[in-house]
């Protein structure tokens, strides 16, 4: 089994940063992709950023220029730096990582969420 532990979400004026962490813990064979996706009241997930074990990066369009993610390997830990924070970030922000096991097989595990509320 494999955990994952977010922090380092919460009430942030728009314009404001937050730094969002997430600590992968347990059985952990080759963390591959690691990500972050959001989901709106109402709304359903989306996918923000993911990086790759190799450092690749990929963004969702509405967060472009404004959002940077990156992570430690050695930690198993993956950031998301939030900056210029709007209105329509807020959301509850969920990690996602790839988890291969020793059998080749591929798993995706799910951070409990953390709640980033944007005021205007």
């Known amino acids: 089994q494999v955990q994952l532990v977010e922090s380092g979400g919460g009430l942030v004026q728009a314009g404001g940063s937050l730094r969002l962490s997430c600590a992968a813990s347990g059985s952990i064979f080759r963390l591959n992709a690691m990500g972050w996706y959001r989901q709106a009241l109402g709304k359903q997930r989306e996918l923000v950023a993911r990086?790759?074990?190799?450092?690749?990066?990929d963004y969702a369009d509405s967060v472009k220029g404004r959002f940077t993610i990156s992570r430690d390997n050695a930690k198993n830990t993956v950031y998301l730096q939030t900056n210029s924070l709007k209105p329509e970030d807020t959301a509850v922000y969920y990690c996602n990582a790839r988890v291969s096991g020793k059998n080749g097989a591929q798993y995706d595990y799910w951070g409990q969420g953390t709640q980033v509320t944007v005021s205007s």
């Open positions: 990086i790759t074990s190799g450092g690749s990066t």
